[in-house]
């Protein structure tokens, strides 16, 4: 089963007591969803409120035993060209994102955009 970051620790607590009880586990934790935020989509609040989400989808994915984190590289528009985007992606990746994911066990898959 995949699953999206849940921020509300009722909600983490229902997901947790649910699979205590059917034995489902959870393979991958998506952070965020296909067409919603990416990971650096802009500078500033925008970026570090994707960052916090993706950071907390690797915290449960570890919590819940999950292998992995899907996470949507940055987007490419009008205001952010591939490279730049690409860039952004790959800092936030190897100083932020990569050294937690390590620390807990879980691997991280790119999508590009």
């Given at each position: 089963?995949?699953?999206?970051?849940?921020?509300?620790?009722a909600?983490?607590?229902?997901?947790?007591?649910?699979?205590?009880?059917t034995?489902?586990?959870?393979?991958?934790?998506?952070?965020?969803?296909?067409?919603?935020?990416?990971?650096?989509?802009?500078?500033?609040?925008?970026?570090?409120?994707?960052?916090?989400?993706?950071?907390?989808?690797i915290?449960?994915?570890?919590?819940?035993?999950?292998?992995?984190?899907?996470?949507?590289?940055?987007?490419?528009?009008?205001?952010?060209?591939?490279?730049?985007?690409?860039?952004r992606?790959?800092?936030?990746?190897?100083t932020?994102?990569?050294?937690?994911?390590?620390?807990?066990?879980?691997s991280?898959?790119?999508?590009?955009?």
């Amino acid at each position: 089963m995949e699953l999206t970051p849940v921020s509300d620790p009722a909600e983490r607590r229902a997901v947790t007591e649910a699979m205590a009880s059917t034995g489902v586990q959870v393979s991958s934790i998506e952070a965020g969803h296909p067409h919603g935020p990416a990971l650096p989509d802009r500078e500033g609040e925008e970026l570090e409120a994707n960052v916090a989400l993706t950071e907390r989808a690797i915290r449960q994915a570890a919590e819940w035993g999950a292998e992995s984190v899907l996470v949507v590289s940055g987007r490419i528009d009008a205001e952010t060209p591939a490279e730049v985007s690409w860039a952004r992606s790959a800092e936030v990746l190897a100083t932020r994102l990569v050294p937690l994911a390590e620390d807990l066990g879980v691997s991280i898959g790119i999508e590009n955009t």
